[in-house]
């Protein structure tokens, strides 16, 4: 290897962003990414086959019932494979922060590598980057899916993947906040039950908010994954408008919110 060679390979090893050494949060990507290749053919069942099941089933029968969608010019199908794209990332990225990393812990693979020199910033930091990785391989799948029936057939749809890898970050923190308070198994899948199921139901995903009665429209509109939803919808159905800044704003805010809360539990959990 040349000396321009070893330079690179150093300071790659050795570089930093805002004391976050990209070495460690790469090497736990790289682990999380060598066990999934052990059991990829049982995770893609919840990362694919069940969300395109849920995609293809509501898509098809449901848009036979419905004809317009106040609001929309899109049938059912392409009004609701969006919401399904978004809703997926969301369950993706909490069952991997909240049940995945609970195992870890309690497995006590985060003590082990706080032996080596990783911090527990750079956990969390890896744990969310490797939740995002399933996310999009998840939304990826069911986005090819809506694609070839016809459901998702606008260039500006690729820009769904900013709301997916937002999603994917916002609700991985909200995982490991149940995982580094969850006394047992059990707790931390009250994600699901708590977060997950009502998030899925009321944010937009199956209906506008439109035909809501007024409190309710309110509330559904307050819900963290809502503003994720509506980016998705507008992306993938080309309704572009200049209000949609706001949702973005929304969820950056959220996620600046919760994850330092995440990391504190965290620590908490590990070091003390």
């Not at 736990?28 to 995770?43: D, G, I, N, Q, V």
């Not at 195992?103 to 032996?115: A, F, I, K, S």
């Not at 809502?226 to 980016?231: F, G, I, Y």
């Amino acid at each position: 290897m040349s000396a321009q060679a070893h330079e690179i390979t150093a300071n790659i090893n050795t570089a930093t962003i805002a004391g976050i050494r990209l070495r460690s949060v790469s090497a736990l990507w790289l682990r999380h990414w060598l066990a999934f290749t052990r059991y990829w053919k049982y995770a893609i069942a919840f990362l694919v086959i069940e969300p395109i099941a849920m995609l293809i089933g509501i898509s098809i029968g449901l848009s036979r019932l419905i004809e317009d969608i106040p609001g929309t010019q899109a049938d059912y199908a392409e009004f609701v494979s969006p919401g399904i794209i978004i809703g997926s990332a969301m369950f993706v990225s909490m069952s991997e922060c909240a049940m995945g990393a609970f195992n870890r812990m309690e497995n006590q693979l985060y003590e082990t590598h706080l032996t080596a020199p990783v911090s527990v910033t750079e956990i969390m930091i890896g744990e969310i980057v490797w939740a995002s990785t399933r996310v999009l391989i998840s939304a990826s799948a069911i986005a090819a899916i809506a694609t070839a029936f016809g459901w998702i057939d606008e260039w500006s749809a690729i820009m769904i993947v900013i709301p997916v890898v937002l999603t994917g970050i916002l609700f991985a923190s909200v995982g490991l906040l149940f995982s580094a308070t969850a006394p047992h198994i059990q707790f931390a899948s009250l994600t699901f039950t708590i977060v997950g199921t009502p998030m899925f139901m009321f944010s937009g995903i199956f209906y506008p908010f439109e035909i809501l009665p007024g409190w309710a429209e309110v509330v559904s509109n307050l819900l963290p994954l809502s503003p994720a939803v509506n980016l998705g919808r507008a992306f993938a159905t080309n309704a572009i408008q200049a209000s949609l800044i706001w949702d973005l704003i929304a969820i950056i805010v959220m996620i600046a919110i919760v994850t330092p809360i995440a990391l504190f539990l965290l620590k908490r959990k590990l070091i003390t």
